[in-house]
Nanobody, 126 residues
Framework: QVQLVESGGGSVQSGGSLRLSCEVS????????MAWFRQVPGKEREGVAV???????TYAASVKGRFAASRADAENTLYLQMNNLKPEDTAVYYC????????????????????WGQGTQVTVSS
């Protein structure tokens, strides 16, 4: 497992942008699979983006074309750039990781993750 610390949440108006950061406690190059999730109270957690080591991210249909996930190796950080935000993007956003892929699962959603950040609130007003 790894420790994950998110930051970058906040409040913006519809159409605005935010960038979330997820700092990883060890070399991000050694972390097999990472993802961003979001959750609204009373609803299930939704996978937003997933990315494998040196892989190309894949996205939920609801954010495709607006969100971009990326890994910064030198900073051991996973980012989520969110553009053209909409009120329905309002949620607590979580970073997740499966560092060692103990069960040899592909890095695609749905799948389990054994490390989670504390979450960061994103609020988009109309």
């Amino acid at each position: 497992q790894v420790q994950l610390v998110e930051s970058g949440g906040g409040s913006v108006q519809s159409g605005g942008s935010l960038r979330l950061s997820c700092e990883v406690s060890r070399s991000i190059r050694s972390v097999y699979c990472m993802a961003w999730f979001r959750q609204v109270p009373g609803k299930e957690r939704e996978g937003v983006a997933v990315i494998e080591t040196a892989g190309i991210p894949t996205y939920a249909a609801s954010v495709k074309g607006r969100f971009a996930a990326s890994r910064a190796d030198a900073e051991n950080t996973l980012y989520l750039q969110m553009n053209n935000l909409k009120p329905e993007d309002t949620a607590v956003y979580y970073c997740a990781a499966d560092a060692d892929n103990e069960y040899d699962l592909p890095c695609v959603l749905p799948r389990g993750f054994n490390s989670w950040g504390q979450g960061t609130q994103v609020t988009v007003s109309s």
